[in-house]
């Protein structure tokens, strides 16, 4: 039969913590986040307090009575644009998608505004971190959650339910009419 004793050196302490982890390393150029697509929603400003907060920040005010205006960013950064086509057509609904593309030299903010009667069932930013989404009417705003690194781009898709035509009628990015 062994026995293991063990015994504390006088003298001798023990480290209090770990050391902290290094940093994660992240390639030039990559956002960090989901790597597939994550669902997401409609919402609207009256979820919650600090949500309401956050999407005051990043639209306008819309004037009352008026649920269908397009919101605008407040300050909408320069060097963003978006390109907007149909990926899948289907008898009921379609998917569609802006590409939106960083041509600056720095990371840039960016807002997509469409406006579609159709009703959205779903959208998503492949394998970059989700952006926010609000919709008042027809409007739906998505905006980032983290700049889009220089010389970048991403994908917003959505599906919508078909309301008339396969296409949204209009589409901006940070202001300006999607290519």
């Not at 909408?76 to 998917?95: E, H, K, Q, W």
């Not at 030299?105 to 960016?110: D, F, K, L, N, V």
């Not at 492949?126 to 705003?141: A, D, I, W």
């Not at 991403?154 to 290519?179: D, I, K, M, Y």
């Amino acid at each position: 039969m062994s026995v293991l004793i063990l015994r504390s050196v006088p003298g001798r302490s023990e480290p209090s913590s770990l050391p902290p982890p290094e940093p994660a390393f992240t390639l030039p150029g990559v956002t960090s986040g989901p790597q597939i697509p994550v669902s997401l929603l409609p919402s609207t400003p009256t979820d919650s307090p600090a949500r309401s907060a956050d999407v005051e920040k990043a639209s306008k005010t819309v004037p009352p009575g008026d649920p269908t205006a397009d919101p605008q960013p407040t300050t909408a950064p320069p060097g963003v644009t978006g390109t907007y086509r149909v990926l899948n057509s289907y008898p009921d609904s379609f998917i569609g998608e802006v590409l939106i593309r960083n041509d600056t030299g720095a990371g840039r903010s960016w807002t997509v505004s469409l406006r579609y009667p159709g009703t959205l069932v779903t959208s998503w930013l492949e394998s970059l971190p989700q952006p926010t989404l609000v919709q008042r009417g027809t409007s739906y705003t998505w905006t980032s959650s983290v700049p889009l690194a220089a010389g970048s781009t991403g994908s917003l898709r959505f599906h919508f339910q078909l309301s008339g035509s396969a296409g949204p009628e209009g589409c901006t990015v940070n202001g300006s009419a999607c290519g």
